[in-house]
């Protein structure tokens, strides 16, 4: 069974870089045809989408968070992981990492990690 976890600092000070990383257990980052993702979801929002890497090792961001966020990983660990630089009190979220592939079309989401909360504050 595959199992997603996060981990990274829970407090980062403004203007800093939040780094976090998602290490996979009981299947491969490099599995064909499956996006390893990043989500936020700040206190009384919803969630939002930061990012991805493929399989293959391809990116795509946000485009709200572009500037700003990198997503790579470590096949040799089976990680990826999350940079959000000059983060500010805005960035104030529980942090997700999740996988999802496409079936006949349909995005679907098959692993999640627990969530992670990151405070940004001094």
């Known amino acids: 069974q595959v199992q997603l976890q996060e981990s990274g600092p829970g407090l980062v000070k403004p203007s800093q870089t939040l780094s976090l990383t998602c290490t996979v257990s009981?299947?491969?980052?490099?599995?064909?045809?499956?996006?390893w993702i990043w989500l936020r979801q700040p206190p009384g929002k919803g969630l939002e989408w930061i990012g991805y890497i493929a399989y293959s090792g391809n990116t795509n961001y946000s485009p709200s968070l572009k500037s700003r966020t990198s997503i790579s990983r470590d096949t040799s660990k089976n990680q990826f992981t999350l940079q959000l630089s000059s983060v500010t009190p805005e960035d104030t979220a529980g942090y997700y990492c999740?996988?999802?592939?496409?079936?006949?079309?349909?995005?679907?989401?098959?692993?999640w990690g627990q969530g992670t909360q990151v405070t940004v504050s001094s």
């Open positions: 009981g299947g491969s980052i490099t599995t064909t045809s499956y996006y």
């Open positions: 999740a996988s999802y592939v496409y079936r006949d079309n349909v995005r679907e989401y098959d692993y």
